[in-house]
Every structure is written in structure tokens, then in C-alpha cells.
């Protein structure tokens, strides 16, 4: 993610900042030009920008400490473009809920900011078929779903945003790496498979050469998958051990793992970040000097973040923590990658 700013003193400022820490000033995110507004902290609910000295108004749900967005006061509006995907929400009498359904709002709309760099469409399945939605749902409450995606509902359960309880499903499942931002991401890939893919012929034909046969049964195959363990042998073709379930979960899985290596390389770019090993160690060495979601050739974006992950691993673990990225990215991964990175690229699903 690009580093932002205060427009009233200069101070940097992260995405989820309601106030800039050094002069106090209220900021909120502007998704239509990717800037932090800076306001007066004396306006009340119509907000004079520093910038340009437009009017704006916060989305409703910063009256609930989850949003941060703006939305421009002429607008009709009540929800930013983020919140405006919500259809379901917890029940927020429940203390519990709101800390769990806030931490979902950090993850959802970072995916948000995301997707709207790449440009690509995000209508509201409230308002169209073909749209998209979110339910946070909590079990608690006898709701008997689970983390998933189904014709454009991204279900995600509040149970997810407890860290111990997240960690001992990550052990249970032998998962290397499980978080919000991985769910969100992991779960979108497959409403972009249906939107990107399978009304395309020829790309259809295009991910089956490079993913497989999408028409083998999906329940069968991760009954298989459950009983067998997954292929054993899953390391040299693909990015996880659950994407040799069937080739729509591949999709996904690759997905997300693309959008990590996107967001890290942007984050990286942004700061400015370089590797460069003192004793010159073959293709270690790595400057991000471009914005990656305007960089066509994906292989570059590969070059770089590679050296950036592996370094950033080398950090953590001499502070005895986990790998930030604790995954080998293999060349048929990087295959899988450059085709999404291809598809988006040209996709009549962008923003024009």
C-alpha cells in the first residue's frame, strides 16, 4: 500500500488513521482520488478538504469506530464505496462482535483499496445480479455457515478474527500462514473467477491448460481432498497444499497469493525499499522502482519481491518469529500469476 500523508503538516499517516498524530488535524481516506483528506478538527459533520477545500462527509459507520472513508457531501450516500458492500453485519449489542467485526473492516477495506488499483468494477449485489456483498456472520448467534464464497456472498465468520482461535485452526489444518487479509483475498478470487473467467471461452479454455479441468465435481473433490490429505507432492506445481483440491480452489489460492505479492511490492515501492546483500549473492539484489499495478510485465514484479520476502523473513527470524511469507513461489506458480496479471490488465471490467 502507498504511504499517505497529512495534508495539513505532512506527516505520514496509515490507512486506517481517523487523526493526524502530529498537528491533530481529522483525516479520512478519499477513494476516488487515493489521498488522505485533511480537515479542520473544529468542523462538525460537513468537512471543508485542506487540499481543495471541498466539502466531505465520513461514512456512516465511523459513528461505529469501522470505517474511515469519505464520501462527498453532496453525495446521496449514507456507506462509502467499501461499506456500501456490507449485507449483513454482526450484532453490535454484542461487545465482542464489534472488536471482531472491526478487525474485518481493517482487512476488507484494505482488499477494497486493492481491487479499486487495479481498477476493476465492484458492483453491489444489492443493486446487481452479477454483484458482490459481504456477510460477517457469528455462530454464536445459531447461524450455521461458513468462511466462504457463493455467487458473488463473501461469507466471512467473526470467529475468524479471533487470533487463538485462528491459530489453533491454522495448526489443525497444517496451514503455514492464515489471516484475515488471506481470507478476504483467497474468498474474492473465486467471485472474480465468475466474473473474469467462465463466460469467456477462450480464456476459459486458456485456465484450464494452465489450472485444470474446472468440470471435474468440486464436493467429490474436496471429500478426496479431506480424506487423503491433499497431493503430497503439491510443492513444485502450485502455492499451497489445499490448492491441489481442484482447480477453482488453485484459482483462488493463487489469487490471493498474487495479491500479496501486489500489495508487498507496492508497499515496497513506496518506501522505497531495496535489498542488497553485501557480499553480492546471486539474485538477491532488488530496487522496486515501479508502481507494480502499472508494470504489464508481471515477471518483473517477481524479481523484485522475491529478494524483499526472503529478507523480510530473514528479519523475523532473528527476532524468533514466524516468516512474513513462509511460502516458495515455483515457476508454474509464477505461470498461474502472470495469467491473472494478463487477464486484469485487459479485462472489460475495469474502471475506464
Excluded at 458492483?123 to 448467534?141: N, R, T, W, Y
Excluded at 461469507?155 to 503455514?176: K, N
Amino acid at each position: 500500500m502507498k504511504i499517505f500523508q497529512c495534508g495539513h503538516c505532512g506527516h505520514p499517516l496509515f490507512f486506517e488513521n481517523i487523526y493526524c498524530e502530529n498537528c491533530d488535524h481529522t483525516v479520512g481516506y478519499n477513494d476516488t482520488q487515493v489521498i488522505m483528506n485533511t480537515f479542520d478538527q473544529s468542523m462538525d459533520s460537513l468537512l471543508f478538504a485542506d487540499r481543495d477545500n471541498k466539502q466531505y462527509r465520513f461514512c456512516k459507520n465511523k459513528e461505529h469506530g469501522v470505517c474511515n472513508w469519505l464520501i462527498e457531501a453532496g453525495s446521496s450516500n449514507d456507506y462509502c464505496t467499501a461499506c456500501s458492500l456490507n449485507r449483513t453485519i454482526p450484532n453490535l449489542s454484542n461487545k465482542t462482535n464489534h472488536e471482531k467485526w472491526n478487525k474485518l473492516e481493517i482487512a476488507k477495506h484494505r482488499l477494497i483499496y486493492q481491487l479499486q488499483r487495479f481498477g476493476l468494477e465492484l458492483p453491489s449485489k444489492m443493486v446487481s445480479e452479477s454483484g458482490i456483498c459481504f456477510d460477517f456472520l457469528a455462530q454464536s448467534e445459531g447461524v450455521n455457515a461458513m468462511t466462504g464464497h457463493a455467487n458473488g456472498v463473501i461469507t466471512i465468520l467473526l470467529s475468524e478474527a479471533d487470533e487463538v482461535l485462528r491459530e489453533q485452526m491454522r495448526m489443525e489444518m497444517s496451514e503455514p500462514y492464515r489471516t484475515l487479509i488471506g481470507h478476504f483475498r483467497h474468498e474474492v478470487g473465486h467471485y472474480f473467477w465468475d466474473r473474469l473467467i467462465a463466460n469467456n471461452t477462450i480464456l476459459l479454455e486458456r485456465f484450464r491448460t494452465v489450472f485444470g479441468d474446472e468440470r471435474r465435481d468440486y464436493g467429490e473433490a474436496l471429500k478426496l481432498y479431506y480424506a487423503t490429505g491433499g497431493n503430497q507432492q503439491w510443492s513444485d506445481y502450485f502455492i499451497s497444499k489445499y490448492a491441489t483440491s481442484h482447480p477453482w480452489e488453485d484459482w483462488a489460492e493463487s489469487w490471493a497469493h498474487y495479491l500479496h505479492i501486489m500489495d508487498v511490492t507496492e508497499t515496497a515501492y513506496y518506501f522505497g525499499l531495496k535489498v542488497a546483500p553485501i557480499k553480492g549473492f546471486s539474485g538477491m539484489t532488488s530496487e522496486v522502482n515501479f508502481d507494480p499495478y502499472l508494470m504489464k510485465d508481471f515477471n518483473e514484479i517477481v524479481e523484485v519481491c522475491i529478494p524483499l520476502l526472503f529478507a523480510a523473513n530473514a528479519v523475523n527470524r532473528s527476532m524468533g518469529i514466524p516468516d512474513v511469507y513462509p511460502f516458495v513461489i515455483n515457476q508454474s506458480v509464477i505461470n498461474k500469476m502472470t495469467f491473472m496479471h494478463e487477464i486484469i490488465l485487459g479485462s472489460s471490467l475495469r474502471s475506464k
